[in-house]
């Protein structure tokens, strides 16, 4: 169990670096989960398992969620990202169009 932790470590300060702008250093316009598994050289079922042993990663992953919802939002709604596209990504996020019909 230290090794698994001591590479929980390592992950840690790497997942804060992502977030520290290291996915736009890497080319990223928002972070994301997949981003992030590169970023830190694991796999995403990896990320979500060492999620579910660190209240501090989970807060990590948690955070590359809120702010790519946020970046969607702002930058689709400013046009500088493509609207059908953040819309698409948005509905990761619980975000959907619905059309309601009433027949009465």
Not at 22 to 33: F, H, M, R
Request: charged fraction near 25%; hydrophobic fraction near 30%.
């Amino acid at each position: 169990m230290k090794g698994r932790k001591s590479n929980l470590d390592t992950r840690l300060v790497k997942a804060r670096g992502y977030l520290n702008k290291g996915y736009k250093e890497n080319g990223g316009l928002i972070p994301s989960v997949s981003g992030l598994s590169l970023y830190i050289g694991c796999s995403r079922s990896s990320l979500y398992n060492y999620a579910n042993e660190s209240e501090e990663f989970n807060d990590l992953l948690e955070t590359v969620k809120a702010i790519q919802e946020n970046e969607l939002i702002n930058k689709g709604l400013s046009g500088e990202f493509n609207a059908t596209i953040a819309k698409l990504m948005l509905a990761n996020h619980g975000y959907s169009h619905k059309h309601q019909v009433d027949l009465n």
